[in-house]
């Protein structure tokens, strides 16, 4: 079964940037949709950011356009989100997730996850 390791996370101030890794292993990742995924502290998991399967069609919520970045390197088996000019209500734990559909920012629609990255933007 594919499975997903996140790296990348840590404390950045207001206005930096980060960039998350999604890194597979036990399958190609060229089959799968891949989504980017937050929960902070005391509230429900959300959609963030999802790619196609081939790297040709993305989505992101209306909370991160213009500053998150979603990419996939199939051949490395890596999936990033490039995080720019980060907010205090970015933080949380970040997941990735795959499935083998289309791409999706819901929740329930996917059934295989990382453990997750800790993000902390604070001053």
């Known amino acids: 079964q594919l499975q997903l390791v996140e790296s990348g996370g840590g404390l950045v101030q207001p206005g930096g940037s980060l960039t998350l890794s999604c890194a597979a292993s036990?399958?190609?990742?060229?089959?799968?949709?891949i989504g980017w995924f937050r929960q902070a502290p005391g509230k429900e998991r959300e959609g963030v950011s999802c790619?196609?399967?081939?790297?040709?069609?993305?989505k992101y919520a209306d909370s991160v356009k213009g500053r998150f970045t979603i990419s996939r390197d199939n051949a490395k088996n890596t999936v990033y989100l490039q995080m720019n000019n980060l907010k205090l209500e970015d933080t949380g734990v970040y997941y990735c997730a795959s499935r083998r559909v289309y791409c999706s920012t819901v929740v329930s629609d996917y059934d295989n996850w990382g453990q997750g990255t800790q993000v902390t933007v604070s001053s």
């Open positions: 790619i196609s399967s081939r790297g040709d069609s993305t």
């Open positions: 036990g399958f190609t990742l060229d089959y799968y949709i």
